[in-house]
């Protein structure tokens, strides 16, 4: 553990000194605010508030072709024509005047290996997930960032920083920065974990005193040195808008967990709950609500034999909590009881998933409001579990699919559930999530006419408060458990077959099977694609897969390539299929597993 937390502690360290960085920038430029909130920035402070606004590979070039020619720049005559007018790409509307003075400020700091990590490491093309409530905080946040109290740079710039130390946050801690404050729930606190506290702090006192207006509006808080000053400093500031901090809470909830409000302590019940739903077969469910449950519905009392049958099923849990679990479960009305019941017959908590890489930050968060416990993927299965059970009672017309782009941007995710099927899962929804205690918790603050709609609205700001990257990753995942969404198909695809090199339509015994295949990309990005040959053995509606190919070329926006593959076929080919599709990725262990393309096929002679 010591050697985890201390590649936790550098890299907390490294953000650290690119934060006080920018606040060095930021801070130490002279700025003129006007009555109509907006001020005249420094040149330098635009330069860079431009830059982390250009998309990723954007961001990456300008530091390749203007900034890293100046890093070892002493002189501002180093500025040249040439430099300006590559700069003047990026940004068509600052003056060349304005960018040659920004570069010519850039040259003569001492930090620039810290400033050109602040670039590459901050995004501000990011989408927030925005609510009223807090605008006084936002004007004020963005008005000290960008010089304007509308422009969400400010914003995005302290979202971005806050999601980076947090995901730097060792695997032992609470997993957020901001809290509510213990003596008084209606502000905010941060909560750093002492060890983070121990080793950032030397650093922070020896720099922060050279950020010398932040320093000086600083001086006048408690605190034994300047790290201390500093966290004082910003939770009163932030708390001073005490009508506007819950809000603020809940934005700052919405865009990456930075809160998660009070720690996940689990009902009784929800620990019995989420235990019954992790027996793994239906006969022990049914034999949990024979010996443990029905006993309780006929008796009223939770006596010690239905402790011990409780605790037969699973001996990690403490007697007390069973007990306790089992004296909620009384408290249930007689129709929500019947509810549940039907709920552990139908929900399998122990069943697999395919994991996907990309989306992690998704997955602890709601494996932390199911299961108390962000690592525990039963929260994933769950959500799987119910969004299956959704899915199959989809009506023939429908679809087929409860989860779709969104309509303001594609990479967001949207539900969609036809009206008709809402009425028939909604009260099992309602009789259910109650019960669930710290995921209702989190929902009941949402939109939403009951728990059901609540519950949609909930999970759709909150996975898209994770940006474009983790959603789209997302999205693989419920395409690879069930389907729930399928990606719109980006490529048309031509397929010519060729057995020992003639045109064929059908598969020969002991020949070469190969496939030419001509993609076309419909999309305005450019994809990594990977073209994959299989052969199939047919078994009734499904298929074995006993043999496979596979090519991958990157496919510009709307280009064409061609991809080739094959393999030699069985000596015989009866009741064999090949089958060709296009999936996203470098490989087959890479893939994203998400379909390019329709599927070609070739059949076996009959």
């Known amino acids: 553990m010591r050697q985890k937390r201390g590649l936790y502690l550098k890299s907390f360290s490294k953000i650290l000194c690119v934060v006080l960085s920018l606040c060095l920038l930021f801070t130490s430029i002279p700025t003129v605010f006007a009555e109509d909130g907006q001020a005249q920035l420094n040149p330098l402070q635009r330069v860079l508030l431009d830059a982390m606004d250009l998309d990723q590979s954007q961001r990456a070039q300008f530091v390749s072709d203007v900034l890293e020619p100046l890093k070892n720049a002493q002189d501002a005559g180093d ?3 040439d430099l300006v007018a590559e700069a003047k790409q990026y940004f068509p509307n600052m003056s060349e005047e304005d960018i040659r003075t920004g570069l010519e400020s850039y040259v003569g700091i001492n ?9 590459l490491d901050i995004d501000l093309t990011r989408e927030l997930n925005m609510a009223d409530g807090f605008e006084s905080i936002a004007k004020e946040i963005n008005l000290q960032v960008t010089g304007n109290e509308n422009d969400m740079r400010g914003m995005k710039l302290l ?36 060890a983070l506290m121990d080793a950032i702090r030397a650093k922070a006192n020896a720099l922060l005193p050279h950020i010398e207006t932040l320093y000086n509006k600083i001086d006048g808080y408690e605190g034994e040195d300047a790290f201390e000053k500093l966290l004082n400093y910003a939770e009163t500031t932030a708390n001073n808008y005490a009508k506007e901090v819950a809000e603020f809470k809940k934005f700052l909830a919405a865009n990456g967990g930075i809160y998660e409000g009070e720690a996940s302590n689990l009902n009784p019940l929800q620990v019995v709950l989420l235990q019954v739903l992790s027996l793994n077969t239906p006969q022990k469910k049914e034999e949990f609500i024979e010996k443990v449950l029905k006993p309780l519905d006929e008796s009223g009392v939770v006596t010690s034999q239905v402790v011990d049958a409780a605790k037969g099923f699973f001996p990690s849990v403490s007697v007390d909590d069973i007990t306790r679990g089992l004296e909620k479960y009384l408290e249930v009305s007689e129709g929500r009881r019947n509810a549940l019941k039907q709920a552990i017959r139908e929900i399998d908590l122990s069943s697999d998933i395919v994991y996907m890489p990309g989306f992690e930050s998704i997955a602890e968060r709601i494996n932390y409001n199911v299961t108390g416990d962000k690592n525990d993927n039963r929260g994933l299965i769950l959500m799987v579990e119910v969004l299956k059970k959704i899915q199959e009672e989809l009506p023939e017309d429908a679809e087929g699919v409860i989860v779709v782009d969104g309509e303001d941007a594609r990479w967001k995710l949207k539900f969609k559930i036809p009206t008709a099927l809402q009425a028939t899962i909604r009260d099992h929804i309602n009789s259910l999530l109650p019960y669930i205690e710290t995921l209702y918790n989190k929902i009941i603050k949402y939109d939403g006419e009951d728990v059901f709609e609540k519950l949609l ?33 980006m490529f048309d695809i031509e397929t010519k077959f060729t057995v020992d090199g003639k045109d064929a339509t059908e598969l020969i015994s002991n020949g070469i099977l190969n496939a030419e295949v001509t993609v076309k990309n419909n999309s305005a990005e450019d994809v990594d694609a990977l073209l994959i040959i299989a052969l199939y053995k047919i078994d009734g ?32 080919v009866t009741g064999y299929e090949a089958r060709v599709f296009v999936w996203e990725g470098t490989d087959i262990i890479n893939s994203t597993m998400v379909p390019l393309s329709e599927i070609s096929k070739i059949p076996a002679a009959e």
């Open 159 to 194: 979202i971005e920083i806050l999601n980076k130390i947090q995901k730097n946050l060792p695997a032992d801690s609470d997993g957020v920065i901001v809290i509510d404050d213990p003596e008084d729930a209606d502000k905010i606190k941060f909560s750093i974990p002492a």
């Open 457 to 489: 609205n909930y999970a759709e700001t909150t996975v898209n408060s994770f940006g474009a990257e983790e959603v789209t990753a997302f999205k693989s995942f419920l395409y690879n458990n069930g389907g729930m969404y399928e990606p719109p198909l």
């Open 541 to 572: 509606d499904s298929g074995i897969m006993e043999c496979v190919s596979y090519n991958t070329k990157k496919v510009v926006a709307e280009a064409e390539e061609k991809l080739m593959g094959g393999f030699r076929l069985p000596s015989d």
């Open 79 to 81: 500025v040249t024509d």
């Open 111 to 119: 930090k620039k290996t810290e400033v050109i990590n602040a670039i």
